[in-house]
């Protein structure tokens, strides 16, 4: 059979067998087990137990759960809780200041936090009733923090960057300070619209009563006092990578113990919270190794078959302009991003399109910047950002998913707009990572 | 409704097998998760032994490689008990009740071709290593057949809490209490 013809039937299969309601985990593995015992018989098996046995002796991958657990430690701790309280004090006189108090704590809690929905919720349970009940416009509190809770991606540290370094074969490092930034210019941005937008229409964000707006000073710097520990954690981890002193999974691990430490001192800490912490990180990493393990596994058999070339000889053979080629990568990031979650994308794709991208003599950091700006796009937009969904989890009532996607338009076009940024000008992404030492 | 279909009464073998597997993936589950409260004691220590005393343990990083591996390997069967493994349900949760139960079994049979593979293949693996004693190669150089053979036990796991869900999404068995 040619490759041509076997590509489409690997296809066809995958989909089929997704959509009969396979969890993608296992649909990759047993198309992966299906074709190399058709193509190679019984060593192509062994190829992809092999591949299983190799992943599980990565040291960097070790990482993950840590990071994971530091982020359900920090949810419990109370620290995102702490920081919004801390925040938005400073926020009274800004038009849609709590939006904006919003964006910011996401902004800080994402140092510290790797993976979209912590804040999410945290953020739905304590601003999100703090500005309805201010009479803030629903779409300027619904998008501001679906919107923010994304930023936990882009901003180190990271999962996404760590599982698409691995992929790639790029230092960790260096895509968490390509991630920063580019996560600023968003934060930044996103701020600066909902502060544009409410001092046209103040009556979309009431501000708040004037006895809040008059805290004295020294209250105000009291609450920054909360701030200290989750600052040093976040220094901590950030720190070491950048001065590249300390390897992801040592950062990790560190990390781990500050979020215990915040977690004792904000007296938050019982057996009950730690066991409920690594129930919590059991199964979100558990879901993560299992999914690598078979998209490594099809992957390989793939590669072997010869349809990875054959992709690769076919996308550099493009009478293209190679910016095009990445343009088209992005398309179907997004494309499938209406179907499944960034971590399926991201095994799927990067092994395919990292070498294409190498060949043209892309950078691969910079790759790994525009596929997480991506994958933002992917957490808020309709059917299934994951974003709403995990917003929709803890909001009132009234509040239906429809409400939930309607707000996100205006984040989706700064989203947008600082993709096309980083597309023109690499430099956004990659200035800070050249100052890091090697 | 699931439960009168199922009949009240005392439960019946296959019943008792479901709620012996979910139990056992539960089991397994909590158990190896305590691991990462290891995995970060090891890290730390690793840390502050190269820091202070400039000399990097022999044992750190592969105990927590491999720590770390077999626990969420071990844990897939937890996961799937827990329905935590992403799945597209956009055609599926379309389907009447009995197309369901068709792409159930279709399914199953396509999990059940992976995690079979994984139990064979893994196992003469594991057990050439064995038989070879096979180390990682490193200067600590531990066997390391006990890594390869988490990988059928892992896949045992997996079978087993694919057939109790299949049973109870067939209705052959009452859905218990919904899983917290």
């Known amino acids: 059979m040619n490759i041509e013809l076997l590509s489409i039937l690997f296809v066809v299969v995958f989909i089929a067998i997704l959509l009969a309601g396979v969890p993608l985990a296992f649909a990759t593995g047993v198309v992966a087990v299906v074709f190399a015992y058709a193509l190679f018989g019984l060593p192509g098996l062994t190829l992809v137990v092999s591949r299983v046995f190799t992943l599980m002796g990565n040291y960097v991958l070790v990482s993950v759960p840590l990071f994971i657990f530091m982020a359900c430690i920090l949810e419990r701790a109370g620290v995102a809780d702490a920081i919004f309280n801390a925040v938005h004090v400073w926020f009274g006189g800004v038009p849609g200041g709590l939006a904006v108090a919003v964006i910011f704590s996401c902004a800080l809690m994402a140092t510290m936090v790797g993976v979209i929905g912590a804040e999410i919720v945290t953020m739905g349970v304590i601003a999100l009733p703090a500005m309805l009940s201010r009479g803030y416009d629903k779409r300027i509190a619904l998008g501001s923090i679906c919107a923010g809770g994304g930023l936990a991606t882009l901003i180190p540290p990271s999962v996404v960057f760590i599982l698409y370094g691995l992929t790639a074969g790029v230092s960790i490092g260096q895509l968490y300070m390509a991630g920063v930034m580019p996560g600023l210019l968003l934060a930044g941005s996103y701020c600066a619209y909902i502060i544009v937008r409410c001092w046209i229409s103040p009556e979309l964000a009431p501000p708040a009563p004037t006895e809040e707006r008059n805290r004295p000073l020294r209250e105000k710097l009291a609450m920054l006092g909360d701030l200290i520990i989750p600052g040093l954690v976040a220094l901590m981890v950030l720190g070491s990578l950048y001065l590249g002193i300390a390897t992801p999974t040592e950062a990790a691990g560190v990390g781990v113990v500050g979020a215990l430490l915040a977690m004792l001192v904000n007296g938050r800490m019982s057996w009950s919270s730690l066991r409920h912490a690594i129930d919590e990180t059991t199964k979100v990493t558990v879901m993560l190794y299992w999914l690598f393990f078979g998209s490594s596994a099809l992957i390989g058999v793939y590669t072997l078959a010869g349809g990875t070339k054959l992709i690769q000889d076919t996308m550099t053979s493009l009478p293209l302009e190679p910016i095009y080629i990445i343009i088209m990568f992005q398309i179907i990031w997004i494309i499938l991003g209406c179907f499944i979650d960034w971590i399926g994308i991201l095994f799927l794709t990067a092994p395919i399109f990292v070498p294409i991208a190498q060949k043209l003599g892309f950078d691969l950091v910079w790759l790994g910047t525009l596929f997480c700006l991506n994958m933002q796009i992917s957490y808020i937009s309709p059917p299934f950002g994951p974003a709403a969904f995990y917003l929709k989890g803890v909001t009132p009532p009234g509040i239906t998913l429809s409400h939930i996607f309607g707000s996100i338009w205006p984040y989706l076009i700064i989203q947008i707009a600082v993709l096309a940024m980083v597309m023109a000008f690499p430099q956004i992404a990659l200035w800070l990572p050249s100052t890091m030492a090697n | ?180």
């Open chain 2, 1 to 180: 409704m699931r439960r009168q279909a199922a009949g009240e009464g005392p439960p019946s073998a296959l019943a008792r097998f479901c709620s012996l597997v979910d139990r056992l993936n539960a089991w397994v589950g909590r158990f190896w998760g305590a691991s990462i409260i290891v995995v970060t004691i090891a890290i730390l220590y690793e840390v502050l032994a190269r820091g202070f005393f400039g000399q990097a343990t022999l044992w750190a990083n592969e105990t927590t490689v491999y720590l770390s591996a077999v626990t969420y390997l071990l844990g897939g069967g937890y996961a799937l008990m827990k329905r935590g493994h992403v799945r597209i349900d956009l055609i599926y949760g379309a389907f009447g009740p009995s197309t369901k139960k068709v792409a159930d079994v279709i399914s199953f049979i396509c999990f059940a071709l992976y995690v079979i593979a994984l139990v064979w293949i893994g196992t003469e693996m594991a057990w050439s290593s064995f038989q070879q004693s096979e180390g990682t190669g490193t200067p600590w150089n531990p066997p390391i057949w006990p890594v390869k053979m988490a990988i059928p036990i892992a896949g045992l796991l997996l079978l087993l809490q694919g057939i109790a869900n299949l049973l109870r999404e067939l209705g052959i068995v009452a859905e218990d209490e919904p899983a917290p």
